[in-house]
């Protein structure tokens, strides 16, 4: 599987029992409550949640922008949270730490008042880096993110995506093994979108980056993610990569990634969800099926598509008949190595999904 | 009295109010920076939380500034003559117009620090900065346009406030609309130093501004004054630099 070659079994970044609790006014509001993430070396790591979910929250956590009120964050074997001191200030381990994690921004916080090499030198300028090898390095990095004609041009003269490479340029001055994305893409078109979010499955590949990002945007965590977490209320509800997700019967996630829909024109018919991913997503097992059996099937909907380049999707069929009826067509299918859902008539669709569909 | 016998005493005593502005107006700087800086510092939910340290200083700044510049100067003698060894001239009319500059120009810089965006902040955190990495590479450069007019404005009120300084003693172009102007009816004199104020001060507000504007233009489209030139139909965003 070339697609995953940059990702191996060793942990990055971990997190356990992750809580933060925000007091104010004598409120209090729980944003994380016990958050366990794991997120291997050299995979693109999705969180995915709605606003208030807590995505930022735990992003801001793992570098500690956010102390955490309970629970650790390790990044790259160094416990963080054991780094970070008592007081509210960051310590000077806990900065160094930080210098070697990237940071992306939904709004690029650019400095105005500085040129976009100058921008990009701003990390190694902190790291006391001399003059011209933080010149060579900018000038490297922003030929990397293609910007190298940009160098001399202030933020306000760049559009959103062009920002947002020199946001990435600038995350990387300092070598991070890490790239934190805080709704890097949210701010931009789609197009614009899916370039950034190319530009940053190069950089992992290329590099060997690990990259965790939050997005409210499914078709981020489709686009680019090798593994997906989704989170509710301050929770993670569901994680892992996202052929396992998909391969997860009731995964809301993997029915948000690969939404179908349609209803059974009848109530002599039966509904079946086939989700399709790996070996089995190249063989034509519904011919074979309307073959095989002599029936009729009619697709009702259909989302296929490449997860972190191996085609993997779901496809909603109807089959003549009640679902007595239908036993042995729905056996052949599980035969096949497909998963199959049965999909009661009233059922509804799951909360993600509509809110998808607003 | 003719223009032969004014020119000397003008040309005296503009240099007088020049020296005693200039002076009083780099003390404020020097010392209302940081105090402007540490206001927004120490607040609640500030990189030097210090509630304690952040109402001390408010309310230091407030007592200066409450109290009416020709109050301030004679409350503040004993401590001119301490300083200075005296309470006339312009050497120490320096010394009230500086104490009572530093919280004026303090409560500006922290209005216009205030303004700079939090997630630069952040993004500077998130490198590995600390606190005084951020004041200098964040909060000072990016707050530059807004500090450059606040100290213009500094500068404008201490033009006035040097004005009062001059009827106890200190010299200066007030000192003399006063004495000649006013004690001695000599009311050419007065419209002179009129004149002159008037063209020192548009000449000075026309420095700031367009300091503050040029270091806009090169930082783009946020800012106070390219908002308010939104409100014209004609400028368009790509037509600064």
């Known amino acids: ?358 | 009295m003719t223009w032969s016998e004014m020119q000397p005493l003008l040309s005296q005593e503009c240099w007088n109010t020049l020296y005693m502005v200039g002076w009083s107006t780099l003390i404020a700087i020097v010392g209302g920076l940081p105090l402007g800086l540490l206001l927004v510092l120490t607040d609640r939910e500030g990189l030097l939380q210090n509630v304690v340290a952040n109402k001390v200083i408010g309310q230091v700044v407030n007592v200066v500034r409450s109290m009416p510049f020709i109050i301030l100067m004679v409350a503040l003698m004993s401590f001119t003559r301490w300083i200075t060894g005296t309470t006339l001239g312009r050497e120490a009319a320096i010394v009230p117009l500086a104490i009572g500059a530093i919280p004026f120009f303090a409560r500006l810089v922290e209005t216009a620090v205030r303004e700079v965006d939090g997630g630069l902040v952040e993004a500077v955190q998130s490198m590995g900065g600390n606190t005084w990495t951020i004041v200098r590479k964040v909060l000072v450069p990016e707050s530059l346009p807004s500090l450059i007019s606040s100290a213009t404005t500094t500068v404008v009120a201490l033009i006035g406030y040097s004005a009062m300084a001059g009827t106890v003693g200190a010299g200066g172009l007030g000192d003399l609309a006063i004495r000649y102007g006013y004690l001695r009816f000599e009311s050419e004199m007065m419209w002179i130093i009129v004149a002159i104020l008037a063209v020192v001060i548009s000449a000075i507000q026309f420095a700031g501004d367009y300091a503050a504007r040029s270091l806009h233009s090169r930082g783009g489209r946020s800012g106070p004054a390219p908002r308010l030139r939104l409100l014209k139909p004609a400028a368009a965003p790509g037509e600064t630099g």
């Open chain 1, 1 to 358: 599987m070339p697609a995953h070659s940059t990702v191996t079994e060793t942990p990055v970044i971990t997190t356990s029992g992750l809580t933060k609790v925000y007091r104010s006014r004598g409120r209090e509001v729980t944003a994380l409550d016990g958050v366990d993430l794991h997120v291997r070396e050299g995979e693109v790591y999705g969180v995915i949640g709605q606003s208030g979910a807590g995505k930022s929250s735990l992003i801001r956590c793992v570098n500690l922008l956010e102390r955490p009120t309970a629970g650790t964050v390790t990044v790259a074997g160094q416990d963080l949270t054991a780094l970070a001191g008592r007081g509210p200030r960051a310590s000077k381990e806990l900065r160094r730490a930080r210098s070697r994690i990237g940071m992306v921004f939904q709004h690029f916080n650019l400095l105005s008042s500085r040129t976009v090499q100058d921008n990009v030198e701003l990390p190694l300028e902190i790291l006391g880096k001399s003059g011209k090898e933080r010149s060579r390095k900018a000038l490297e990095l922003l030929d990397l993110v293609g910007l190298a004609d940009k160098a001399g041009a202030y933020p306000a003269q760049l559009s959103g995506g062009q920002k947002q490479r020199v946001g990435i340029a600038r995350a990387l001055a300092g070598d991070p093994k890490v790239l934190l994305s805080d709704e890097a893409t949210s701010a931009l078109d789609p197009e614009t979108t899916r370039s950034i979010l190319q530009l940053l499955r190069d950089l992992n590949r290329q590099l060997g980056l690990t990259v965790l990002l939050i997005t409210h945007e499914m078709d981020v965590v489709k686009s680019v993610c090798d593994s997906a977490a989704l989170m509710e209320n301050g929770r993670i509800v569901e994680s892992g990569t996202v052929t396992d997700l998909l391969a997860t019967p009731g995964s809301e996630l993997a029915t948000a990634l690969f939404p179908v829909t349609g209803e059974a024109a009848g109530a002599d018919r039966t509904v079946v969800d086939v989700t399709f991913h790996g070996e089995s997503a190249t063989q034509p097992v519904i011919s074979q099926l309307a073959r095989t059996y002599n029936v009729d099937v009619s697709i009702l909907g259909a989302a296929i598509d490449t997860v972190g380049g191996l085609q993997v999707g779901r496809m909603r069929i109807e089959l003549p008949g009640r679902f007595e009826d239908n036993v042995v067509p729905i056996g052949f299918l599980r035969e096949q190595g497909l998963q199959i859902d049965v999909v009661d008539n009233r059922a509804q669709a799951p909360a993600l999904l509509k809110e998808d569909a607003k």
